[in-house]
């Protein structure tokens, strides 16, 4: 049956320096936002779910899923270094690929939603690969809510990332702790994304405006 389907992406540090209670953490989390949107059948059947990690490369962890439909989410695991490039030209690959199949499956598709989290500086340059994915050309562009969690981010690189939203640790919790908020707050973002409805019958991404542990940074629009 046709349905109106709004998907999302967790694009997620897997290097070496998320090893560890921060990793934990993220392992510890999946699993109760698996169960809390698969119980919810309105929201299962509005949204999809997919997990990329990357560190030197990039792996589809999940495939874009209806977790009504998903048994158990995968563990990260985590290696190398923090090459944003080919997350972002992972993720471009995929919504190219998923949006068209979705489509030829007769549903409606609303713009895709990225939650990019990473703990640490991008180890080469990203600037071409987040173009591409983001320019206005590309007629798929996502919505990257963008989250840095610990010492090791620049501030100015998670406002440049994000398109949406994006948010800095601000040092008040513990990286595991705040990595708990950011699932919480991905968590609230597909069950309100998924169960509100737009004036227009359509869906409208719903992202919480203040995380716990986070400060809110202006979105850098260039």
């Known amino acids: 049956m046709a349905q109106q ?5 967790l694009v997620c540090d897997e290097s070496g320096s998320m090893s560890g209670p921060p990793i934990d953490a993220i392992n510890t989390a999946l699993p109760e936002l698996h169960q809390e949107i698969a119980l ?7 949204t999809q779910f ?7 490369s990039a792996d589809i962890a999940l495939p874009l899923s209806d977790l009504s439909q998903v048994e158990n989410l995968p563990v990260l695991t985590t290696k190398g270094g923090t090459d944003y490039a080919t997350a972002f030209r992972c993720v471009k690959g995929e919504i190219e690929r998923d949006v ?4 030829s499956q007769g549903h409606q598709v609303f713009r895709p939603v990225v939650f990019f989290l990473t703990d640490g500086q991008p180890t080469s340059d990203y600037r071409a690969e987040w173009e591409a994915l983001t320019a206005p050309s590309f007629a798929l562009h996502p919505n990257i809510v963008a989250f840095g969690i610990g010492s ?3 501030a100015a690189t998670i406002s440049a990332v994000g398109t949406f939203r994006a948010f800095v640790s601000d040092g008040t919790l513990s990286p595991a702790q705040a990595l708990q908020e950011f699932a919480v707050a991905l968590t609230k973002s597909i069950v309100r994304s ?5 004036v227009d019958g359509g869906m409208t991404l719903q992202t919480p405006d203040t995380v716990p542990g986070f400060t809110a940074m202006p979105v850098d629009r260039v």
């Not at 919810?40 to 509005?46: E, F, S, Y």
């Not at 068209?100 to 489509?103: A, E, I, V």
């Not at 998924?194 to 737009?198: H, L």
């Open 5 to 9: 389907i709004l998907p999302f992406y």
């Open 40 to 46: 919810n059948p309105v929201v299962a059947d509005k």
């Open 50 to 56: 997919a997990i990329i990690g990357f560190s030197d």
């Open 100 to 103: 068209s199949r979705l489509k």
């Open 152 to 154: 090791n981010v620049d």
């Open 194 to 198: 998924g169960s509100t409805p737009a």
